[in-house]
């Protein structure tokens, strides 16, 4: 086999859980070849490169052979070779490593915990050395007179 779907292609090799969700990934314009956006239809061929998004980095694979019927996690290897630049990594770790948490909109309310941390984070340090204290009865006294 020579040429298979790119969409049939992402799913054999196990980029993607399913082949509608990798079909999804092409209309969305996350899947390119040499810089160009493919549809799900797009046949490809050995010893082409192909970039898939998957925020926050962007994965590059070069086509060894193409299949379209899903294969063993260990045949995987010698479908694909990944070449994924170092600083994708890096990005992708420096994620992981601020710890923040991207939230969808409209997920809901955030957890105990999550909001902790964001109170936590969103409070200066230096207000939490400050104690303020009230008096009350000086204003009093004053509109007495």
Same mark, same amino acid.
């Given at each position: ?8 292609? %992402? ?11 990798? @079909?999804? @990934? ?8 040499? *810089? ?15 970039? /898939?998004?998957?925020?926050? #980095?962007?994965?590059?694979?070069? /086509?060894?052979?193409t #299949? +379209?019927?899903? /294969? *063993?996690?260990? %045949? /995987? ?11 994708? !990594? ?5 994620n992981?490593?601020?710890g923040?948490?991207?939230? @969808?909109? *409209? ?5 105990k ?11 200066? +340090? !230096? ?5 303020? +204290? ?6 009093? +006294?004053?509109?007495?007179?």
């Open positions: 086999m020579s040429e298979a779907r790119i969409d049939k292609w %992402l799913w054999a090799v196990r980029i993607f859980k399913t082949r509608t969700i990798a @079909a999804e @990934a092409c209309k969305k314009g996350r899947i390119s070849i040499n *810089g160009t956006q493919v549809k799900p239809s797009r046949m490809i061929k050995p010893g082409e490169v192909i970039q /898939v998004k998957k925020p926050p #980095i962007t994965y590059s694979f070069k /086509v060894l052979q #299949i +379209e019927k899903r /294969v *063993g996690a260990k %045949l /995987v290897q010698e479908m694909l070779e990944n070449v994924t630049t170092p600083d994708q !990594y890096e990005l992708l770790e420096m992981k490593i601020s923040f948490v991207d939230r @969808a909109r *409209g997920t809901g309310r955030p957890t915990k999550e909001r902790r941390s964001l109170d936590k984070f969103n409070t200066p +340090e !230096y207000l939490d050395d400050l104690d303020f +204290e009230f008096d009350f009865d000086d204003d009093e +006294e004053d509109s007495e007179e």
